[in-house]
């Protein structure tokens, strides 16, 4: 008599999956130290710490040597004499910081208003030329490639009153002689026109290169719909470049309040400390008074108001770059 074997269903198999990764924040603190080292967490420091190391001695000591030399009196070769708030105080109390700041704002409010719309204009021009856009390129760029003292030197001979290029082709029209450099109403105006035309080309290739990232699709259909150039740029190109503006702007407030080249090579400061700026008066606390300390000092308050500045205009602007 044969007997039936009843046989017992397979067991289900399990479906193949995508391997369990393990959380690095499980186990216990030895667990979770052991398995990072066995992922290359020490390999990792160990390549990473000879690049760390260079960047804080030659980046991050400076500003602590900085800090550390605004409390004190040296000459930088005899032995320092800690003085502690004394250099800040003397810095205060001289009349001229406070004309070389006003200086120092007027240039910043002059280059914003002068020279950040120029690199823009310019990007969008040239974004919009049918031909020759190589060629507009380098031309813009053309003046970051001459050495900034040799930029200054040349407008400064543009500006010359007697056989300077500007008067001489506003001689031809009646104009003239003007005394860019010599006269206080226009001196700092001079210095902002050429920082702008020594400046722009470098931004504008920055805005070139954020303009390629828009989709041309918002062009065409924009040309479809009859939109002229102008409503293209305001309703296209300036939204789709809100955050590379804002940061423009940002450098360019942080660049400005620490001019320095152009006024020293141009002006000296003058004529009568109208052109006077808060990185010469730190130049001249250094190498014409030999007051490392006061230098120091005035080096570190502008370096907290420019930190200050750059968190207030961050925190006042996240919410446009959404």
Same mark, same amino acid.
């Given at each position: 008599m044969?007997?039936?074997?009843?046989?017992?269903?397979p067991s289900p198999r399990k479906q193949a999956g995508p391997p369990r990764l393990v959380s690095p924040h499980r186990g216990s603190p030895a667990e979770r130290f052991v398995r990072w080292v066995r992922q290359g967490g020490i390999t990792t420091i160990l390549f990473g710490l000879p690049m760390v190391l260079t960047f804080a001695y030659f980046s991050w000591w400076p500003i602590v040597q900085s800090v550390r030399l605004s409390f004190?009196?040296?000459n930088l070769v005899g032995p320092a004499q800690w003085v502690g708030?004394?250099?800040?105080?003397?810095?205060?109390?001289?009349?001229?910081?406070w004309t070389a700041v006003e200086n120092t704002a007027l240039f910043a409010?002059?280059?914003?208003?002068?020279?950040?719309?120029?690199?823009?204009?310019?990007?969008v021009l040239i974004a919009e030329l049918r031909r020759g856009g190589?060629?507009?390129?380098?031309?813009a760029y053309l003046p970051v490639a001459i050495p900034p003292v040799v930029s200054v030197l040349l407008w400064k001979w543009f500006y010359d009153p007697d056989a300077g290029l500007f008067n001489q082709l506003l001689a031809h029209v009646g104009l003239g002689p003007y005394p860019w450099l010599q006269s206080t109403d226009t001196a700092m105006l001079s210095i902002v026109l050429e920082a702008t035309w020594a400046g722009f080309g470098s931004t504008v290739i920055i805005y070139?290169?954020?303009?390629?990232?828009?989709p041309s699709e918002l062009y065409e259909a924009a040309e479809i719909d009859g939109a002229g150039i102008w409503r293209r740029v305001w309703h296209i190109t300036l939204p789709s470049l809100r955050g590379v503006i804002l940061i423009m702007l940002l450098l360019q407030i942080i660049g400005t309040l620490q001019v320095f080249t152009e006024p020293f090579v141009m002006t000296d400061g003058g004529p009568e400390d109208s052109t006077l700026t808060v +990185?010469?008066? *730190? /130049?001249?606390? &250094?190498?014409?008074?030999?007051?490392?300390?006061?230098?120091?000092?005035?080096s570190v308050l502008l370096?907290?108001?420019?930190?200050? +500045?750059?968190? *207030? /205009?961050?925190? &006042?602007?996240?919410?446009?770059?959404?």
């Amino acid at each position: 008599m044969n007997r039936s074997v009843k046989s017992a269903p397979p067991s289900p198999r399990k479906q193949a999956g995508p391997p369990r990764l393990v959380s690095p924040h499980r186990g216990s603190p030895a667990e979770r130290f052991v398995r990072w080292v066995r992922q290359g967490g020490i390999t990792t420091i160990l390549f990473g710490l000879p690049m760390v190391l260079t960047f804080a001695y030659f980046s991050w000591w400076p500003i602590v040597q900085s800090v550390r030399l605004s409390f004190e009196q040296t000459n930088l070769v005899g032995p320092a004499q800690w003085v502690g708030l004394d250099n800040f105080r003397n810095v205060l109390d001289d009349p001229l910081l406070w004309t070389a700041v006003e200086n120092t704002a007027l240039f910043a409010a002059l280059a914003l208003v002068i020279g950040f719309p120029v690199p823009l204009f310019l990007a969008v021009l040239i974004a919009e030329l049918r031909r020759g856009g190589t060629l507009f390129r380098i031309l813009a760029y053309l003046p970051v490639a001459i050495p900034p003292v040799v930029s200054v030197l040349l407008w400064k001979w543009f500006y010359d009153p007697d056989a300077g290029l500007f008067n001489q082709l506003l001689a031809h029209v009646g104009l003239g002689p003007y005394p860019w450099l010599q006269s206080t109403d226009t001196a700092m105006l001079s210095i902002v026109l050429e920082a702008t035309w020594a400046g722009f080309g470098s931004t504008v290739i920055i805005y070139l290169a954020a303009l390629g990232s828009v989709p041309s699709e918002l062009y065409e259909a924009a040309e479809i719909d009859g939109a002229g150039i102008w409503r293209r740029v305001w309703h296209i190109t300036l939204p789709s470049l809100r955050g590379v503006i804002l940061i423009m702007l940002l450098l360019q407030i942080i660049g400005t309040l620490q001019v320095f080249t152009e006024p020293f090579v141009m002006t000296d400061g003058g004529p009568e400390d109208s052109t006077l700026t808060v +990185l010469m008066l *730190i /130049y001249n606390y &250094a190498f014409q008074n030999g007051d490392y300390g006061s230098a120091t000092a005035l080096s570190v308050l502008l370096a907290l108001v420019l930190g200050v +500045l750059s968190a *207030i /205009y961050l925190r &006042a602007t996240r919410s446009w770059n959404n």
